[in-house]
């Protein structure tokens, strides 16, 4: 097994292009073939492919690489487009994580542009969400933005377009209006009360007030402006200056704490992704401050040495692989520019084979027997279950791969919006400190908030590889279903030849240790339910499960053929041609 371990590197940000924009490969007198918007989640295509979870941030994708985009300009364009067509997902109050692939020198570069804590944040002033329970604060929730620095940093290094060519796709579709999805309509409807408390939010539901109406047109000129200033101006735009000012006010008047100086302090962070060899197969994904990445490695390293045959010995099998690395990622995980994050240690061989040693094909194993600590562990802190996120994958003509994954967190992020985009509520993922009455072993506050701290993630941007090509891009969205969602995928996609269309469709299973339960998709067949329940499992339905996108690039002599697929449980449309 080859592995990288995480090596942290601050990018310097430009606020400028260092060079030229490129003039695309035709003119204005060529016919050129416009970008194909499939009318089903799964299409293929033989020039370029971008899949998204919404069919105008496809299209916004698709129509930068027929400008003459690279994969980088084609990500930027539908991330923004996302951000005007999937609000409750994903925007420029946001931020991700981003894996790129260039084809001239075969090189990988993994871009961390995720939310960091302002520096008065203390670890005690987030307050868990109840379901059921009384509102709370949202105020400390808000986190420094990093999207807007993200978008930049693949544009000044992977980008051959002007960033204003690259932002127009989305600020037309805010201008001229977005559709929303039935999904959408649905997000609408359960969060309509706080949608109802801030002006854009007003604008997004019906007369009544409570729900967007799937197919109407809904507009946001304030986000047309917005995103067409980025494009003159860039990200500090949002960093310094006026913009800057805007969202410290609108934060602290629901009781934020970000000020100018976290905002002007924001930088991306360039990270070594982790890389391994499954399955006769390269490999590559996230590395912490997301535990996503480590999860599926150590998932795929324990269906290796099992080798489930059947469908409901692969459900099981699976399920029974993310026990383990979810407790690890509950005890180790943390912003590695502050705390150690042993992953050499957690994915060692003799490791793995010692907790694959504890697996029993007939019967379901408390999670606690899959629990491996290290010397002086600490014990593992609870997991904040998370949801919302965007993912996008973008393949373009001349090789190059995006897999990126954004998100506000919850639906609409903190529900308070500036300059038509929503802030997030990121800090919500970091654990809450231990009681100060807690009897028993040391609860793991290796993911506590702490200034300028970014919190644990379940983001699984990744890439496989046969040999030295790359032959799958994939990641997900919806919480710490991400990673399992997205390890079922690329199983089956890569182990079982499924094709990716039907492996993104596929019903789906969750289990993250604690609780004990394994959550279930409804079109799970009955007959594998039962077979789970016989074996042990306690089977509960799963509901907001995860979303995934994916292209398999297939080689055929010198000719390439993408299959893209968006996940229908979102209702995304790939583009291409």
């Known amino acids: 097994m080859k592995l990288r371990a995480t090596l942290p590197v601050v990018v310097a940000l430009l606020s400028c292009r260092s060079s030229a924009p490129v003039t695309p490969p035709h003119t204005a007198a060529t016919p050129v073939e416009a970008p194909r918007l499939s009318e089903t989640p799964t299409a293929t295509f033989a020039r370029f492919a971008v899949a998204a979870d919404h069919p105008e941030a496809s299209r916004a994708g698709a129509e930068v690489l027929t400008a003459g985009g690279t994969a980088a300009d084609a990500a930027a364009a539908t991330m923004l487009a996302l951000g005007v067509a999937s609000p409750a997902s994903s925007g420029l109050g946001g931020g991700g994580f981003a894996l790129y692939y260039r084809a001239s020198d075969r090189t990988l570069t993994f871009i961390d542009f995720r939310e960091t804590a302002p520096a008065a944040l203390q670890p005690n002033a987030i307050q868990r969400f109840t379901p059921g329970g009384p509102p709370r604060p949202m105020g400390p929730t808000?986190?420094?933005?990093?999207?807007?620095?993200?978008?930049?940093?693949?544009?000044?290094?992977?980008?051959?377009?002007?960033?204003?060519?690259?932002?127009?796709?989305?600020?037309?579709?805010?201008?001229?209006?977005?559709t929303p999805s039935e999904h959408m309509a649905a997000i609408s409807g359960r969060f309509a009360a706080a949608l109802?408390?801030?002006?854009?939010?007003?604008?997004?539901?019906?007369?009544?007030?409570?729900?967007?109406?799937?197919?109407?047109?809904?507009?946001?000129?304030?986000?047309?402006?917005?995103?067409?200033?980025?494009?003159?101006?860039?990200?500090?735009?949002?960093?310094?200056?006026?913009?800057?000012?805007e969202i410290v006010r609108a934060a602290?008047?629901?009781?934020?704490?970000?000020?100018?100086?976290?905002?002007?302090?924001?930088?991306?962070?360039?990270?070594?992704?982790?890389?391994?060899?499954?399955f006769g197969y390269r490999f590559v994904t996230a590395p912490p401050e997301s535990a996503g990445g480590f999860t599926m490695l150590s998932s795929l390293a324990l269906m290796e040495r099992w080798n489930p045959r059947s469908e409901p010995d692969v459900v099981h099998a699976l399920a029974e692989s993310w026990r383990g690395p979810f407790l690890d990622r509950a005890r180790y995980f943390?912003?590695?520019?502050?705390?150690?994050?042993?992953?050499?240690?957690?994915?060692?061989?003799?490791?793995?084979?010692?907790?694959?040693?504890?697996?029993?094909?007939?019967?379901?194993?408390?999670?606690?027997?899959?629990?491996?600590p290290l010397p002086e562990s600490p014990a593992p802190a609870a997991v904040p279950p998370g949801t919302g996120t965007s993912h996008l994958?973008?393949?373009?003509?001349?090789?190059?791969?995006?897999?990126?994954?954004?998100?506000?967190?919850?639906?609409?992020?903190?529900?308070?919006?500036?300059?038509?985009?929503?802030?997030?509520?990121?800090?919500?993922?970091?654990?809450?400190?231990?009681?100060?009455?807690?009897?028993?072993?040391?609860?793991?506050?290796?993911?506590?908030?702490?200034?300028?701290?970014?919190?644990?993630?379940?983001?699984?941007?990744?890439?496989?590889?046969?040999?030295?090509?790359?032959?799958l891009c994939v990641g997900g969205s919806g919480g710490t279903r991400i990673v399992t969602a997205v390890t079922q995928v690329a199983y089956r996609a890569m182990v079982m030849r499924t094709p990716v269309g039907e492996a993104v469709a596929h019903p789906r299973v969750h289990q993250a240790a604690s609780p004990e339960s394994m959550g279930v998709e409804a079109d799970v067949p009955e007959a594998v339910q039962a077979d789970l329940r016989a074996r042990g499992h306690e089977v509960t339905?799963?509901?907001?499960?995860?979303?995934?996108?994916?292209?398999?690039?297939?080689?055929?002599?010198?000719?390439?053929r993408l299959e893209a697929a968006t996940d229908p449980r979102k209702g995304g449309r790939p583009a291409g041609r």
Request: net charge negative; hydrophobic share 40%.
């Open 142 to 178: 808000i986190g420094v933005p990093g999207e807007p620095r993200g978008i930049d940093e693949l544009l000044h290094r992977f980008g051959r377009l002007d960033r204003a060519r690259v932002v127009e796709p989305a600020a037309r579709l805010a201008e001229q209006g977005f």
């Open 334 to 372: 943390g912003d590695p520019d502050f705390v150690n994050v042993p992953i050499d240690a957690l994915m060692a061989p003799e490791r793995t084979a010692a907790r694959a040693a504890r697996f029993d094909m007939a019967r379901a194993r408390p999670s606690s027997d899959y629990d491996l």
């Open 252 to 278: 602290a008047g629901i009781g934020g704490v970000i000020t100018a100086d976290d905002l002007r302090a924001y930088r991306v962070v360039e990270r070594q992704p982790l890389t391994a060899e499954r």
């Open 196 to 245: 109802g408390r801030d002006p854009l939010g007003r604008t997004f539901l019906n007369a009544e007030g409570t729900a967007m109406v799937a197919g109407s047109t809904v507009r946001n000129p304030a986000l047309a402006a917005t995103i067409r200033a980025f494009g003159r101006e860039g990200a500090d735009y949002f960093y310094q200056g006026a913009v800057a000012d």
């Open 541 to 560: 339905p799963l509901r907001y499960g995860a979303v995934v996108q994916a292209i398999r690039i297939v080689r055929e002599g010198d000719a390439v």
């Open 393 to 471: 994958c973008v393949v373009d003509a001349e090789g190059n791969v995006a897999s990126v994954t954004t998100t506000v967190n919850i639906p609409f992020g903190a529900g308070v919006s500036v300059r038509g985009f929503w802030l997030n509520d990121e800090m919500d993922d970091f654990t809450s400190p231990p009681a100060a009455d807690a009897t028993g072993p040391q609860a793991s506050t290796t993911n506590l908030a702490g200034a300028r701290r970014r919190p644990v993630s379940t983001m699984t941007p990744s890439l496989v590889f046969e040999g030295d090509r790359p032959v």
